[in-house]
């Protein structure tokens, strides 16, 4: 069986870093956060088309994913991402947005806490309480829709650690 598990959470809480791992400790495939990928090599402002652009790329990603050999699949970052900012920069999101969700789903959200220091970089809008506030919007996201996530602390070692223990005691 397939298991597809996305690292989610506010800016700059070791999604990218857990999803790597995570796919080396359980010799898995990691789809790279997509938005990141698409958003540096564009130059100015990005907009709503960008972002529906970036939607449409993880949807391609969860489709490569379905296709490659590997049982674990991990992705930096997933359309529940995208639909919250979708409403919380343009107050909107397109109409296939929620089909999408539903029909491409996912075993298991790995929810990153803020609880490590913030690093700021040329992709990163949002510090300080905005990433509690985020944080919490995602957590209600996934309990409106009863999806599985569990939430991930701790720094370093001990939030690889606290990762691969939730995978483990997860039932797919």
């Not at 990218?16 to 898995?28: D, I, M, P, V, Y």
């Not at 919250?84 to 909107?92: L, P």
């Amino acid at each position: 069986m397939k298991k597809l598990i996305v690292l989610t959470g506010p800016e700059s809480t070791a999604k990218s870093t857990l999803s790597k791992q995570l796919a080396n400790h359980f010799g898995g495939r990691d789809f790279p956060e997509f938005a990141r990928n698409y958003l540096s090599g564009k130059t100015g402002e990005y907009g709503y088309e960008d972002v529906e652009a970036i939607t449409r790329g993880q949807l391609a990603q969860y489709d490569e994913a379905m296709a490659d050999k590997a049982e674990y699949q991990f992705f930096d970052t997933w359309l529940i991402v995208t639909k919250v900012w979708f409403d919380w920069v343009y107050k909107r999101q397109p109409l296939w947005l929620e089909p999408a969700i539903t029909d491409h789903p996912v075993n298991l959200y790995l929810l990153c806490k803020p609880d490590i220091p913030w690093e700021p970089d040329p992709l990163r809008e949002n510090g300080g309480e905005v990433r509690s506030k985020l944080y919490d919007i995602y957590k209600q996201e996934f309990q409106k829709r009863n999806l599985s996530f569990l939430e991930i602390g701790g720094e370093g070692d001990d939030r690889l650690k606290n990762a691969i223990d939730a995978i483990n005691n997860f039932r797919f």
